[in-house]
């Protein structure tokens, strides 16, 4: 996909919806949904990416969106019960129709201050109008 508006091309007022479409959630790992390692569950982790990235991407556009694809999705370092995991997600890259997200968890312990990147994908959306077609995902007046 060609970038249409890389970072030196934007507008200031498309560099602004990206700063303020970051969206940061942060969940307590119970076992409830650690796998037999006693570890965060992939499937829950790719969920909580999505989930989140569909934020991002909502907050820049305000337009309905759906996903698209998943990016290389890196699991750098198990996610334990008991510990906090934060996820953020980033519009990296703003199309005509699509627009992709990274997004980041980091796993930080509950009483200590050590925070560690632990994952990381992106995701593409792309938006749609009423008749689920594709639509500008910008425009300078939005």
């Given at each position: 996909?060609?970038?249409?508006?890389?970072?030196?091309?934007?507008?200031?007022?498309?560099?602004?919806?990206?700063?303020?479409?970051?969206?940061?959630?942060?969940?307590?790992?119970?076992?409830?949904?650690?796998?037999?390692?006693?570890?965060?569950?992939?499937?829950?982790?790719?969920?909580?990416?999505?989930?989140?990235?569909?934020i991002a991407?909502?907050?820049?556009?305000?337009k309905p969106?759906?996903?698209?694809s998943s990016?290389?999705?890196?699991?750098?370092?198990?996610?334990?019960?008991?510990?906090?995991?934060?996820?953020?997600?980033?519009?990296?890259?703003?199309?005509?129709?699509?627009?992709?997200?990274?997004?980041?968890?980091?796993?930080?312990?509950?009483?200590?201050?050590?925070?560690?990147?632990?994952?990381?994908?992106?995701?593409?959306?792309?938006?749609?109008?009423?008749?689920?077609?594709?639509?500008?995902?910008?425009?300078?007046?939005?």
């Amino acid at each position: 996909m060609p970038l249409t508006h890389p970072p030196e091309t934007r507008s200031d007022a498309m560099n602004k919806r990206v700063q303020n479409s970051e969206a940061r959630v942060i969940k307590a790992i119970f076992p409830s949904i650690t796998n037999h390692h006693n570890t965060l569950f992939g499937g829950e982790a790719l969920s909580w990416m999505d989930e989140t990235a569909f934020i991002a991407a909502t907050r820049f556009c305000r337009k309905p969106l759906v996903t698209v694809s998943s990016d290389r999705i890196d699991f750098k370092k198990a996610i334990p019960a008991g510990s906090l995991a934060e996820i953020i997600a980033n519009v990296i890259h703003v199309g005509n129709t699509s627009l992709k997200v990274e997004v980041n968890i980091f796993v930080e312990d509950m009483y200590q201050d050590v925070r560690e990147h632990a994952i990381r994908g992106v995701f593409t959306f792309v938006a749609v109008d009423e008749n689920r077609k594709a639509t500008k995902v910008w425009t300078d007046n939005l």
